[in-house]
């Protein structure tokens, strides 16, 4: 196997989590590896708005077995460096600060091991790095706030409406904030509202470790390997993580030794990579002692709210999420019936192809007839809190084996009675919402579905109840280190990627500050 020279830290994934993390740890002068399965993205010309072809592309087919309830489009959040925010649609919130303490407050999931106010400077950070747009003041009171440095965008005009809805409803609503450029920001571009977010965005106005934190991470030091697939972690005799195996772009086997280990390949892959490295002294997988490790594997509910008004209100113009956000629903509240709320995000519609198929199968007159309603066509996502289960979870499957003979994932989900509650009643009152603004046709689309794998992993204080402590280091193994979502120990309705660069910068300070400890 060929060997490469040892380095301080060697890291597995180069998305949100990996690539903050990157640049925190190069800008403490350590020395960097980044191992990344995918390729390297050129936007202006891999990123083609075709929405045919689009997501295959960004697709990685890795297999992995999926038992009871599907949960996202596919079990990745995407490849190539930049990981899922290649394609991601660039909400971006804070989470609020009853999420950290939800086990204590709401007997759901587990506390987190520090606070909001202590992740405060980090959402700063991450704020000012991705260059969010948004609110600095107007949220109503009670709901957490960032810091954003660019102004919130304009509301696109179907959104306008989508809020007299709200207005007449009494439910507060105002621009969101988004890793999308409302003006130029260290150098990227202002958005030209496309809306081929999802498809990439060929100037760069939208965020992306790619060019928001390689850049820098690699002029001060940082390599990058991509196309270079890590299928196991190997120890030494004194119970540390020792190197990373993986195979380079030819296929070839090589191993990375380093200091310090971090698996960030999200939230299936890097409970796989744990467990597929298990050993005679880890015979569970690697930082398996309380058995947690795969557990507690969470989503955040979607669901999806279509109208059609009278008149063309072009709701497929701009950027897809975000443009206006009320989170009025998103703290439990007893008298409802059930645990748990939601967010709800003004979307763009959608490109006509989508919209083609909206209705099920047309053809002919009734297609045509049904794309006469485009322009007037318009959407509102809703994000829910799912409830956490250790049941729910990632596994290995000796039976599915990858082109290499490595095991791959098993995902076993089964959404709640309280999640399809839930999800329910946001899409309702999403539809009123949109009647109150005067659409004449509303409907949502069921049943209950979630996005944004997170947990499996989890943060704690006790290391009989959690994998890692509260900066991302495995209680087991002291330089094996976990950044993520994987991380997150409760249920959010809050698009988790703001937080994961929050992570990355919290715990690359952490690293960089001791780790001549590990
Ligand atoms: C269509 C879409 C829209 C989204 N919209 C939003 C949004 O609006 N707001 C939001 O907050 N979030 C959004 N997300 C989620 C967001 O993309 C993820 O939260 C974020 O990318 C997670 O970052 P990560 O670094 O943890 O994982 P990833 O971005 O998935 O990065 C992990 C990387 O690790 C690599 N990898 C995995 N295993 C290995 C291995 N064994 N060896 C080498 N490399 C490996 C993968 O190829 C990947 O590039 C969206 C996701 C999708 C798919
Ligand atoms: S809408 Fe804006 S952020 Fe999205 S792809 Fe187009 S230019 Fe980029």
């Known amino acids: 196997m060929a060997q490469n020279e040892k380095v301080d830290v060697c890291i597995v994934g180069s998305g949100a989590a990996g690539g903050s993390l990157s640049l925190a740890l190069a800008e403490a002068g350590i020395k960097v590896v980044v191992l990344e399965v995918g390729p390297w993205w050129n936007p202006l010309t891999d990123y083609i708005h075709n929405p045919l072809e689009m997501p295959g592309r960004f697709r990685w087919n890795m297999p992995v077995t999926q038992v009871g309830d599907r949960v996202g489009r596919t079990p990745h959040s995407s490849w190539g460096v930049g990981g899922g925010m290649n394609h991601w649609t660039a909400a971006v919130g804070r989470f609020e600060e009853e999420d950290f303490k939800q086990g204590t407050l709401e007997g759901m999931g587990a506390d987190w091991p520090f606070s909001y106010a202590d992740l405060v400077p980090y ?29 919130a965008h304009r509301l696109f005009y179907a959104n306008q409406l989508l809020k007299k809805g709200f207005d007449k409803l009494g439910i507060p609503s105002y621009s969101g904030s988004v890793a999308i450029n409302s003006q130029i920001y260290k150098g990227r571009p202002a958005c030209n509202y496309c809306g081929g977010c999802s498809m990439g965005c060929p100037i760069g106005a939208k965020a992306n470790t790619a060019i928001t934190h390689f ?3 690699i002029k001060l030091g940082v390599e990058v390997r991509a196309r270079s697939y890590a299928t196991q972690i190997r120890m030494d005799n004194r119970g540390r993580a020792k190197s990373v195996v993986y195979f380079d772009f030819n296929g070839v086997e090589q191993e990375q030794e380093a200091n310090i280990v971090v698996a960030a390949g999200w939230t299936i892959e890097s409970p796989r990579l744990l467990l597929n490295s298990a050993t005679s002294q880890f015979p569970d997988g690697l930082a398996n002692s309380s058995g947690l490790v795969g557990r507690g594997l969470t989503c955040i509910l979607g669901g999806r709210i279509r109208a059609i008004y009278d008149e063309p209100v072009d709701g497929f113009k701009g950027f897809n999420l975000n443009n206006l956000e009320s989170r009025h629903f998103y703290k439990t509240d007893a008298s409802r019936g059930y645990w748990g709320g939601w967010t709800f ?36 996502s809703v994000w829910g809190r799912a409830t956490v289960s250790l049941d729910n979870r990632v596994t290995i499957d000796d039976q599915v084996k990858d082109e290499y003979g490595i095991p791959a994932a098993k995902i076993t989900y089964h959404f709640s009675d309280n999640d399809h509650q839930l999800s329910r009643e946001g899409r309702r009152r999403g539809e009123e919402a949109f009647e109150a603004a005067g659409a004449k046709e509303v409907w949502s689309d069921g049943p209950t579905r979630g996005s944004y794998w997170l947990g499996g992993l989890r943060m704690g204080s006790d290391p009989a109840e959690s994998v890692t402590n509260g900066y991302g280091q495995t209680h087991d193994i002291p330089n094996l280190f976990v950044v993520g979502p994987m991380l997150i120990p409760g249920a959010v309705g809050i698009q988790p990627t703001l937080t994961i660069v929050a992570l990355g910068n919290r715990i690359g300070e952490y690293i960089g500050a001791n780790r001549q400890e590990f």
Do not use: C
């Open 345 to 380: 995000e003004a979307s763009s519609s959608g490109h006509p192809l989508s919209y083609a198929n909206q209705r099920g199968r047309l053809w002919g007159h009734d297609l045509i007839e049904h794309m006469k309603t485009f322009r007037s066509y318009a959407a509102l």
């Open 215 to 217: 850049p820098q991470a």
């Open 123 to 151: 959402y700063e950070k991450a704020e000012a790095q991705l260059g969010v747009s948004g609110l600095a003041a107007g949220a109503p009171a009670g709901y957490v706030q960032g810091k954003p440095p660019n102004p």
